[in-house]
C-alpha cells in the first residue's frame, strides 16, 4: 500500500555516542571536509593528523586546531591519545594503511573504497577482526537520511517487486587531475563508479548474479568511461554509467511495480527525491539542503555509535556489503581490462 507520509530518518542517539579521539591520515580535500563536519558537527575529539610533509601536517592542524601534527603513519599510530583513524589517503594506500591501523590496535575509519579489490577487503576484514576492533568503510551516503528512509522504504515493499535500477555518474576532469594517474589507482570505478555499484548493492540487497561491462580508455594508461548491466536474483536489472569525460545529470531511478523512486542528481549526495505510484494518483517528495560533505557527520557519528556498543561491523554499511561492491567491480575491471599497478604479477 501506498504510504501518506515519509517515514522519518532513523538517527544514533546524542546519549548513545562515545566522544572519541580521532586521528586523520592524508591532509587532502575530502580530509578536509571530514575535520569540517566532525568539527562542526559532532562532539568528537580531532587530535591528530598525519602525513608524509610535516609541514602538510601542520598547516592542516593549524587550520583546524588539531593539537598534534605527524610526520608520518606511525608517528600518529603511536600515539596513546588517539582512539580512532580515518584513512583519507589516496586509493591504493586504502589496504596497507588500514592495515597498519589496525596493527596498531585503533578502530578504523576507512575512506571509500575499503581497498583495491575484494581480496585486499577480506584481509582488512580479518585481520581486525582477530584483534576485536571496528573497521567500517566510509561510504558516506549510506549513513544520510536520505538513504535511511530509502532503504525503509525498500524494507516495507512500498515500491512492490522491483525491476529496474538506472544510475548515472559523470563528471568532467582536467588531465591533470589525480583521476587520470595509474599510479595512484586511477580512473571512475573507484571514485564515482564505487557510488554506481555500491547503490546497486543496497538496493539489491546483495550481490548481482550476471554483470556485463565495456569499458572505453583514456589518456594515461586508464580507463576513461564504463557502462554496466547487472542483473539480480530475484529479476531486477540495474543499468549503470560513469565517465571522467564529460558532467552527466547524475540522477537515479529504481522502478518497481508499484511505484517509482527518482533520485534528483548527484543522486548520492544530499537533495531531492520523488516516490510515486504507479498508477499516477499518489507522489511523496523527500527535501533536504544540498548541504553536501556536512553530511559527513552521519558516518563519523554511526561509527562512534558502534563502538559504544561494542561492535566490530555497522549494522547500515557491513564490510561483506563493502566487499560484494568490491567483488562485483572486480569483475567489471576484468570484462574491461583494467588491472591496478598493486595487482600486476612480478
Known amino acids: ?22 586521528g586523520i591520515v592524508g591532509p587532502g580535500w575530502i580530509a578536509d571536509h571530514f575535520a569540517n563536519a566532525l568539527r562542526h558537527h559532532t562532539d568528537q575529539q580531532l587530535v591528530a593528523i598525519s602525513s608524509r610533509s610535516r609541514d602538510k601536517a601542520q598547516a592542516f592542524a593549524d587550520k583546524w586546531s588539531i593539537a598534534y601534527a605527524c610526520a608520518g603513519i606511525d608517528e600518529l599510530l603511536a600515539r596513546d591519545d588517539v582512539d580512532a583513524v580515518y584513512i583519507a589517503t589516496p586509493h591504493n594506500h586504502h589496504f596497507p594503511d588500514g592495515l597498519r591501523v589496525i596493527e596498531a590496535g585503533k578502530h578504523l575509519l576507512i575512506e571509500k573504497p575499503l581497498a583495491l579489490n575484494a581480496g585486499q577487503a577480506q584481509q582488512l576484514k580479518q585481520a581486525a577482526a582477530e584483534r576485536n576492533l571496528l573497521c567500517m568503510e566510509a561510504m558516506w551516503c549510506n ?38 594517474n595509474a599510479d595512484l589507482a586511477g580512473g571512475p570505478m573507484l571514485d564515482l563508479g564505487s557510488y554506481l555499484v555500491g547503490f546497486s548493492v543496497f538496493v539489491a540487497g546483495g550481490a548481482p548474479d550476471s554483470i556485463v561491462a565495456k569499458g572505453q580508455a583514456a589518456s594515461g594508461g586508464v580507463n576513461g568511461q564504463t557502462s554496466m548491466l547487472f542483473t539480480h ?37 544530499p537533495g531531492n527525491f520523488r516516490l510515486r505510484s504507479s498508477d499516477g494518483r499518489h507522489t511523496l517528495f523527500w527535501e533536504e539542503p544540498s548541504n553536501r ?35 562485483a567491480m572486480d569483475e567489471v575491471r576484468k570484462q574491461i581490462g583494467v588491472i591496478f599497478n598493486e595487482e600486476q604479477q612480478p
Request: charged content about 15%; some cysteine; glycine content about 6%.
Open 293 to 327: 560533505y556536512v553530511q559527513l557527520c552521519h558516518e563519523i557519528n554511526h561509527f562512534a555509535w558502534c563502538i559504544g556498543q561494542n561492535l566490530t561491523d555497522s549494522p547500515v554499511h557491513s564490510l561483506n556489503s563493502a566487499i560484494t561492491t568490491l567483488a
Open 143 to 180: 549513513f544520510s537520511p536520505k538513504y535511511d528512509v530509502i532503504r525503509q522504504l525498500l524494507h516495507d515493499g512500498v515500491l512492490g517487486e522491483l525491476h529496474t535500477l538506472i544510475a548515472d555518474h559523470g563528471e568532467f576532469f582536467t588531465p591533470d587531475h589525480r583521476i587520470f
Open 1 to 22: 500500500m501506498f504510504p501518506s507520509v515519509l517515514p522519518a530518518a532513523r538517527l544514533p542517539d546524542a546519549k548513545q555516542i562515545p566522544v572519541l579521539r580521532w
Open 233 to 269: 536474483p530475484q529479476g531486477m536489472h540495474s543499468v549503470l554509467h560513469t565517465t571522467l569525460f564529460s558532467n552527466t545529470p547524475g540522477t537515479a531511478l529504481i522502478a518497481g511495480r508499484d511505484a517509482t523512486l527518482v533520485l534528483d542528481g548527484q543522486f548520492y549526495a
